[in-house]
C-alpha cells in the first residue's frame, strides 16, 4: 500500500513508521491518522514484523499536535465524532495491538503528538525533545486520551500540572517522572530503539501479546484474573513447548 503522510520501511523482523509532514512539523491531521491506522493493520497483518517504531521525519519534531485548521470551525457533535474517531481508528488500536509499539521521540510531542506517543507501549526520546499536552490555552482539553493515559503513566498530581499549566517539559523531566523510558542524543534515538526493538522480537510474540493484554487491563478489576486466564493459555501455545524445551536443552529458544 502506498502512503503520501507517511513512510513505511521494514527490516527483518522490525517496521519503521515515520509522520512524515515536515512543513507542518508533522502535525496530525484525519488523513495522517487514517494512513498510520492503516499502517498498523497492514503490520499486524505481516506475521514477519514482531516489533513496530513509530517516528517523526527530521530533527524537530515527532509530532507538534493535531492540525488545529481542521477542526476550527466544529460544533459540539463533530467534535465529539472527531475525538472518537480518533480513538477507535487509531491510539485504542495502537494500545491494544498484539505487537508492541515503540515511540521514538524525536523533538516536540504536544498535543495529539503526546497522545500518540501515550498509546504506544514503549517511549524513547530525544535530548531535544519537549512534551506537553497545550490545549487548555485553547479553550480546550486533550481529545485523543491525553486525560486518561497521562494520569496512569506519571500520577494525578503531575498529570493534572501539566494539563492545567500546559507547560511544555524537557526530556529529562519527562524521563525523571516515568513518562519516557529512555532519553538519548537525536543522532543516536533511532538507533538505540532499534536494538530494544530487537531484543524484543528474540521473545515468544505468543507471551508478548498475551502480556500486552494483561497489561492494559492491570489498573481494572479484570487485571489479576485476566493475567492467570492468559498464564494458562500459553501452556497450550508452541512458544510455551519450545521456550521450556530450550531452556531443559540449555540452548536459545527459536520463536
Known amino acids: ?54 517516528t517523526g521525519s527530521g530533527e524537530k519534531s515527532f509530532v507538534a499536535g493535531a492540525d488545529i485548521k481542521e477542526f476550527s470551525d466544529f460544533g459540539q457533535e463533530k467534535a465529539e465524532e472527531l475525538a472518537r474517531n480518533g480513538h477507535n481508528t487509531l491510539f485504542n488500536k495502537i494500545e491494544n495491538t498484539s505487537k508492541p509499539v515503540i515511540a521514538a521521540v524525536n523533538g516536540f510531542a504536544l498535543g495529539g503528538g503526546l497522545e500518540l506517543a501515550m498509546a504506544c507501549h514503549i517511549r524513547y526520546a530525544s535530548e531535544n525533545a519537549k512534551l506537553g499536552l ?32 500546559a507547560k511544555m517539559i524537557p526530556a529529562q523531566r519527562a524521563k525523571e517522572i516515568g513518562l519516557v523510558n529512555e532519553v538519548y542524543p537525536i543522532e543516536e534515538l533511532l538507533t538505540k530503539t532499534k536494538e530494544l526493538a530487537s531484543s524484543i522480537a528474540n521473545n515468544s510474540p505468543m507471551a508478548i501479546s498475551k502480556a500486552i493484554k494483561a497489561v492494559n487491563l492491570s489498573d481494572t478489576d479484570k487485571g489479576f484474573e485476566s493475567e492467570i486466564k492468559y498464564f494458562g493459555e500459553l501452556f497450550e501455545m508452541a512458544d510455551k513447548k519450545e521456550g521450556v524445551t530450550a531452556f531443559i536443552e540449555k540452548r536459545k529458544p527459536n520463536f
Request: charged residues 20%; proline residues 6%.
Open 134 to 165: 497545550p490545549e487548555v490555552t485553547l479553550g480546550l482539553i486533550p481529545g485523543y486520551g491525553g486525560t486518561q493515559r497521562l494520569p496512569k503513566l506519571v500520577g494525578k498530581g503531575i498529570a493534572n500540572e501539566m494539563i492545567f499549566s
Open 1 to 54: 500500500m502506498s502512503y503520501e503522510n507517511i513512510l513505511l520501511e521494514k527490516e527483518d523482523r522490525l517496521a519503521v513508521v515515520t509522520i512524515n509532514r515536515p512543513q507542518s512539523l508533522n502535525a496530525l491531521n484525519a488523513k495522517t491518522i487514517q494512513e498510520i491506522s492503516s499502517a498498523m493493520d497492514e503490520l499486524n497483518a505481516d506475521p514477519t514484523c514482531r516489533v513496530i517504531i513509530i
